[in-house]
């Protein structure tokens, strides 16, 4: 448990000395949500629709741009290969690392998702339903982004084919995300959506770390 | 008698290797073919001339009859093609990673294929090119997962690291195939539920799904074919530098 922790620290502590990249992911999210409005038109009925799935979505893709670092710079210099002949299970310093990417990439999105709800003239309902969809869903696009991050380790061309490979995995995500939000503006039920994001967290949680260490493995071969 | 039960397990195994699985194969391509066609005539009369006419849907449902088989293959050659990939990266048999990437293209084209006469089918029952059902959209993420196995096989250079990365991402994708199989059941949409099933006896008429039966054993043989035709192709490839590649026939020309 204290690799865990280690490995988190250490991951912040690059990220902190280093803060530009994190921001631009954040910026990007801003942006391409604020770009919606001025593509669609300002009528305020129809904002307040898509506003579950512009802000899931730019969610989505945030968290992409952040993912290509995940392992990269730790490939190049020839970290991530002590890691994985160290002692330690290798298993729980990639959940840290994944833990780390989603304190820096995920984490801050919660934090900037209100503001966004807020522009799309959300009510205080669907603004707390779309925090805690956030909540739930942001580490399952963390966990599942690592796997493909891993496998596109020094591909050519690895940022576009990563997309490729994840996006479609991350879909049952955007709909859950999306559709409790939408749900929760319309009057409807939502505890099933949060039951089945839960769900994939912890499924997601359970079986992520080895998929990626494995994939990792693989790469530094 | 025992020692020819171990020969003929022998034999089987014998076949894990490219070298003595090639001219096999290259054997039983015809036969596959051959039933292909058998298949596929007797399939298309039926479907064509003996089906009766839909009492909803007129003569439009018979794109059924390459619709279903065509759905069928596309989940389930990603099964099988996630399996060899299993295979391959357990047992490191490198004839099994090859198998799953002949596999591939064969899929997403059966998915590309389901999709593109669902399209058809859907215009004029649904009056809409697509729709976002959940059987519909679970497939085309099956499509994409083919195209992102081919796509990153094809994107590394080492075979052996592109064989074993490939065969992760086949099989974390194999939790789609359920949710495709049962979305159905699971989302009550648009798409119509299953007409067949193992359990309760078919809700079509019996001509109806001996031509969908017919039809999807001509898919079956057909990829099963194909499978085979590649996989000679890719061994020939993988194995260039070898001896008894280049003391084929084929290739000493």
């Given amino acids: 448990m204290n690799a865990f922790f280690m490995i988190v620290q250490r991951d912040l502590l690059l990220v902190m000395r280093r803060k ?84 820096v990439c995920g984490l801050p999105l919660l934090i900037l998702a209100p503001m966004i709800g807020l522009q799309f003239d959300l009510d205080s309902a669907s603004l707390e339903t779309l925090l805690l969809t956030l909540l739930l869903g942001t580490p399952v696009l963390s966990l599942i982004g690592s796997i493909g991050a891993a496998l596109t380790l020094g591909v050519r061309g690895g940022g576009a084919l990563m997309s490729l490979l994840v996006l479609p995995l991350y879909i049952p995500v955007l709909i859950f995300g999306a559709g409790a939000v939408y749900a929760k503006s319309v009057g409807l039920d939502v505890a099933g959506h949060f039951s089945l994001l839960g769900a994939l967290l912890i499924l997601a949680l359970a079986f992520v770390p080895w ?11 | 008698m025992n020692d020819l039960t171990n020969k003929s397990w022998l034999n089987w195994f014998r076949l894990a290797s490219p070298s003595a699985f090639y001219p096999v194969a290259g054997k039983l391509i015809p036969f596959f073919w051959v039933l292909t066609v058998a298949f596929g005539l007797a399939g298309l009369w039926v479907s064509f001339f003996v ?17 279903v088989p065509a759905s069928w293959m596309s989940m389930f050659l990603y099964m099988i093609m996630a399996a060899w990939a299993g295979i391959g990266l357990v047992f490191n048999t490198r004839l099994s990673a090859m198998m799953a990437q002949a596999i591939a293209p064969i ?60 065969a992760i991402l086949a099989l974390v994708g194999v939790v789609n195939v359920p949710i495709i199989y049962f979305s159905v059941k699971w989302w009550n949409t648009l798409h119509q539920g299953a007409s067949v099933s193992m359990t309760k006896s078919s809700s079509m008429a019996h001509t109806m799904l001996w031509g969908m039966l017919l039809m999807a054993l001509c898919f079956w043989m057909y990829a099963i074919a194909m499978t085979l ?25």
Avoid: C
């Fill in chain 1, 20 to 103: 530009s990249e994190v921001l631009t992911a954040l910026f990007f999210f801003v942006i391409v949500t604020s770009l919606f409005p001025l593509g669609i038109g300002a009528d305020a009925a129809l904002l307040r629709k898509i506003a579950p799935g512009v802000i899931w979505v730019s969610a989505l893709l945030a968290t992409l741009l952040g993912l290509q670092r995940l392992f990269a710079s730790d490939y190049q210099d020839g970290t991530l290969e002590q890691l994985a002949l160290s002692p330690r299970s290798f298993v729980v310093l990639v959940l840290g690392k994944i833990t780390a990417h989603w304190l």
């Fill in chain 2, 229 to 253: 035709m590649r996989v000679r192709v890719i061994i020939l490839e993988r194995e260039s530098h070898t001896d008894w590649v280049q003391n084929l026939k084929e290739v000493k020309g």
């Fill in chain 2, 107 to 166: 899929g997403a084209v059966m998915a590309f294929l389901s999709l593109w006469t669902g399209a058809f089918w859907g215009k004029p029952m649904w009056g809409a090119w697509w729709v976002w059902d959940a059987r519909l959209t679970s497939e085309l993420i099956l499509f994409f997962l083919y195209l992102g196995f081919i796509a990153l096989q094809a994107s590394i250079d080492q075979v052996r690291r592109a064989d074993k990365a490939g």
């Fill in chain 2, 51 to 67: 089906a009766p006419v839909d009492a909803v849907q007129g003569q439009g449902y018979r794109i059924i009859f390459v619709h």
């Fill in chain 1, 211 to 221: 998929v990626s260490a494995a994939a990792l493995r693989i790469a530094i071969e």
